[in-house]
């Protein structure tokens, strides 16, 4: 974990190689379909407990000997994106719950070993003492154990928890993309035994519509070049600009534009509050391009039209990544974003990139926040 890190408790060794030997393609798809018996690519916690109690007397089992309740519980909370009370782990959750259960289970006796205090958190003085007697870093150095530490605390806790040691550990060892690339090419799962995360928006919005986030649907892609194609068109920027600014003023509002969009059938997939209002702010803002008062004029008209659609292109990437369905990403969230956009970055770089998001160290990543990071990182969100 960190320069010239590694584990050598040999059963927290053992319990690596087991995991890593699971997570094979093959062998993982073979458990998820005896757990998924009937195909829908949804199982319960209570599936999940039923299966590793049933394999922990094998002795071919890998889940040998595993009876950690507390353990199950927590590494299915870390793991589970579905819904928002976490109903259901989908196929793709799956090999993130099997690499969390090893390890959730297995390094709690370190984690507890270096906890002198019994308070259920590491501190810098315990984890200095624990590093050197635990062997959990080879021959560390005083700024090798500082910069573990720092790593670990994704809080900025100045303390060390549970879930992050366990969490930390883990990615160090198996990492997001392998476990990505489990279920790799395998079709979406079907419909759940409940509705679970969203629910469908009827008012405004056609009975084809979905809400779900996916920046590639046909849908949204005909409408984003049917307005994007007549932003030269004078006739209709004209048009539409008089639709808008019915008094002749040369000025609109936010409201005045968000009443567009609810009502043109053409910008009805653009009506996400959130993304119309960082769309407006940007637009009239002198890094967008326009003069820094309240109010879009008919020359930033043009701008804020590509705009509306952009933002929402990243409203869509954002309530992705935001599994929580809180319209904030954690740390563990912004793991996983991630690896789903093809950044593929360590946990210290993940950890820095976090940081500078986070700009009000609140120690989550809000829209305007992403937004910002997006832009000014030039990473492509189509």
């Known amino acids: 974990m960190g320069a010239g890190a590694s584990i050598k408790d040999a059963d927290v060794s053992s319990a690596i190689e087991k995991c890593k030997d699971l997570l094979a393609r093959d062998k993982c798809r073979e458990l998820w379909a005896r757990i998924d018996f009937n195909g829908n690519g ?3 916690l209570a599936e999940i ?4 109690v049933e394999m922990q007397n094998d002795p071919e089992s890998p889940f040998q000997g595993f009876n950690n309740k507390p353990a199950l519980m927590r590494a299915y909370k870390a793991s589970c994106m579905g819904g928002k009370k976490a109903d259901w782990v989908e196929r793709k959750e799956f090999p993130f719950l099997i690499r969390n259960l090893f390890f959730f289970d297995k390094l709690w006796d370190i984690f507890d070993d270096i906890d002198k205090d019994d308070d259920r958190r590491i501190s810098q003085d315990e984890f200095q003492v624990g590093c050197q007697k635990s062997a959990l870093i080879d021959d560390p150095s005083p700024e090798e154990i500082a910069q573990v530490f720092d790593e670990m605390d994704t809080n900025d806790g100045n303390q060390i928890l549970f879930d992050e040691f366990c969490v930390y550990t883990a990615n160090k060892f198996v990492n997001a993309a392998e476990l990505d690339a489990c279920f790799e090419g395998t079709p979406a799962a079907g419909k759940p035994p409940r509705p679970i995360g969203k629910k469908k928006k009827k008012k405004g919005r056609s009975g084809t519509s979905d809400d779900v986030a996916d920046i590639h649907t046909q849908r949204f892609d005909e409408a984003e070049g049917r307005v994007l194609a007549q932003l030269s068109d004078k006739a209709f920027l004209d048009e539409t600009w008089a639709q808008i600014d019915f008094n ?3 000025k609109v509002s936010l409201a005045e534009f968000d009443k567009m969009i609810v009502e ?11 993304a119309l209002m960082r769309a407006y702010k940007w637009t009239c803002s002198a890094p967008g391009g326009g003069d820094g008062d309240a109010w ?4 930033e008209f043009k701008a804020l039209l590509g705009n509306i659609f952009f933002y929402n292109k990243l409203f869509l990437v954002f309530d992705d990544i935001d599994t929580g369905d809180d319209r904030r990403i954690d740390f563990g969230e912004f793991i996983r974003g991630c690896s789903r956009l093809g950044l593929q970055i360590s946990v210290k770089d993940a950890e820095k990139a976090f940081d500078d998001i986070d700009r009000n160290d609140g120690g989550q990543i809000l829209f305007d926040e992403f937004c910002r990071w997006v832009v000014v990182s030039k990473i492509p969100v189509d």
Not at 264 to 274: A, E
């Open 264 to 274: 043109q059938p053409d910008w009805q997939i653009c009506n996400n509050k959130p």
């Open 42 to 44: 949804y199982v319960s």
């Open 49 to 52: 407990d039923k299966m590793v």
């Open 296 to 299: 879009v004029e008919k020359k």
């Open 248 to 250: 002749g003023n040369n």
